[in-house]
């Protein structure tokens, strides 16, 4: 959706003097703030604080629907400063969101802590989880199942599958006591967390028997089947023992080497369902595909199959983070992804946030490639046109597979500077210095979530993440919205906050900052 409007409200009017073009007669133009029109959904989709002021990340979505109610479960990353340089994980805890329509979300809390899991290792480890709902024959009711995963101190201190239960989707939920999967038990071993990210699917097959699968893996894809219970894992040879192997009569859980595109970890079981609810076609694995990260997909008929078909990389990394973990659900007859990045305020692949997208089909079941989208579901982006008539755009990239091009910090803007439509679309939210300002603003680039536009010390203006969450990067990331310069209606003009005075202005093709004295180069048209 495009924006055409342009919200006026005066303030303290600003006289400025300006020279006609082309010769030397004066005319005072009194210049007000005005209002744009802004985003108030968009990606991530959780943007909330504590009670002590301190931004609440958390990565690794996974999501549950359950009637008219769609629940996030996500871990909680609280890694500091020190940690993020060390590369170290600090998630203790699972916090749930709920939402009846996708678009406003409810807190609803720690659903569980890790210090109440006894045979975790640490209790700041709650990696990736998920959580489904399953009828229990015993309790004769409905019960709710997180799997999870984290340090096993019971399985020489390596990554295993756990499982917590609950009465409901918001927990609280406990865990059974022991692991479910130990990680001394998958074969091959390729490392110490080989054993992580589980997700799970039920459902029915052809002769009306439910099937319970649980797969997961880092590096390595295992898959098994549960018992009735949910909280067990299937014997499959009737040895009396669980066991792994390349085939069912080696084991009880089958390691799949076969039909993947650079599987890395964070699986994710599915199936496409017609307009009554029914399941059918093939089994869907999603999955985190190549360093950095990118999101692939592949299918197979049987999910045990010890070769599944790769499809294709349909998301390549986000330009904030270095993982990604899809979560792929129904509602209300669309098929949707949530996935992290790392693009709120001192974000990164230590402090991730959870965004919100439509999965598209095509009509032979393949899933075409898709670009991360700050706008997501219910934003909407902006173009925004200099005075010659020329759109505003990013210089094209693509995000880079190598750690070292990260932050991106310095990409140029500038008069269309690329060919591709989504690199000239821009997403306008409250301004992050003072987002109860209604003059002020801050523009982030659609197709780069976190990437904003941003002022710097000598008069250069960039695209750059806010690695650092300080005010001093908000302020630089955040303009004051006025009647254009140059007097002509319909435009605006962009006033630093960082640098008071200092206006958006195109230099040479390029945006960069000036006092305002060119009027034409400091006025713009948003739609």
Not at 194 to 222: C, H, M, Q, S
Request: hydrophobic letters at 30%; one cysteine or more.
């Amino acid at each position: 959706m495009i924006n055409k409007t342009i919200k006026g409200a005066a303030s303290a009017l600003v006289a400025a003097v300006l020279f006609l073009s082309g010769c030397g007669q004066q005319t005072e133009v009194s210049v007000s703030d005005i209002a744009l029109e802004k985003n108030s959904f968009y990606n991530p989709i959780i943007r909330l604080s504590d009670d002590k002021g301190r931004l609440i990340y958390g990565g690794d979505p996974a999501v549950f629907v359950d009637g008219d109610t769609v629940y996030l479960y996500t871990g909680h990353d609280m890694s500091t400063d020190k940690e993020v340089e060390e590369r170290a994980y600090h998630i203790p805890e699972y916090f749930c969101y709920s939402s009846k329509d996708l678009k406003t979300w409810t807190a609803e809390g720690v659903v569980m802590n890790m210090h109440d899991v006894e045979w975790a290792k640490d209790s700041k480890s709650a990696w990736a989880s998920q959580v489904i709902k399953h009828y229990d024959e015993e309790a004769k009711k409905d019960l709710y199942y997180l799997y999870f995963c984290s340090w096993d101190k019971t399985s020489r201190g390596k990554q295993s599958i756990g499982v917590a239960v609950s009465e409901s989707p918001t927990g609280p939920f406990t865990d059974i006591g022991e692991p479910i999967v130990r990680g001394i038990i998958t074969k091959p071993e390729t490392s110490a967390w080989n054993d992580i990210d589980p997700t799970v699917w039920v459902d029915t097959d052809e002769n009306g028997n439910e099937k319970r699968y649980l797969a997961w893996g880092n590096g390595k894809f295992f898959i098994c089947e549960l018992n009735p219970d949910m909280i067990s894992v299937k014997d499959q040879n009737g040895d009396g023992k669980i066991t792994s192997g390349r085939n069912l009569d080696a084991g009880d859980i089958l390691t799949t080497l076969k039909g993947f595109t650079s599987y890395t970890e964070a699986p994710w079981l599915y199936r496409r369902q017609d307009p009554e609810g029914n399941y059918y076609g093939d089994y869907y694995l999603f999955y985190a595909s190549e360093w950095r990260e990118s999101l692939a997909y592949s299918t197979a008929s049987d999910p045990m199959a010890d070769e599944w078909t790769a499809g294709n990389i349909f998301m390549k990394p986000t330009a904030t983070c270095n993982t990604n973990h899809e979560a792929i659900f129904d509602f209300n007859g669309k098929t949707y992804m949530m996935y992290h990045d790392g693009a709120r305020p001192g974000g990164n692949g230590y402090r991730r946030s959870a965004c919100l997208q439509e999965l598209v089909f095509e009509e032979d079941g393949s899933i075409s490639l898709m670009e991360e989208s700050t706008a997501g579901l219910f934003g909407s982006t902006s173009l925004i046109k200099s005075s010659s008539g020329s759109y505003i755009s990013h210089e094209q990239f693509t995000n880079s597979s190598e750690d070292s091009s990260y932050p991106y910090l310095d990409i140029k803007i500038g008069e269309e500077l690329s060919e591709s439509v989504l690199d000239h679309q821009w997403v306008i939210t409250d301004g992050k210095y003072d987002p109860d300002n209604q003059y002020l603003v801050s523009i982030q680039a659609e197709n780069k979530t976190g990437l904003h536009i941003t002022a710097g010390p000598e008069g250069n203006v960039t695209l750059s993440q806010d690695v650092d969450g300080s005010e001093d990067t908000a302020k630089s990331q955040t303009f004051k919205t006025t009647t254009a310069l140059n007097g002509k209606e319909g435009m605006v003009s962009f006033e630093s906050i960082a640098y008071e005075g200092s206006y958006l202005t195109i230099s040479n093709g390029i945006i960069t900052l000036s006092d305002g004295s060119d009027a034409d180069a400091c006025s713009f048209e948003v739609e």
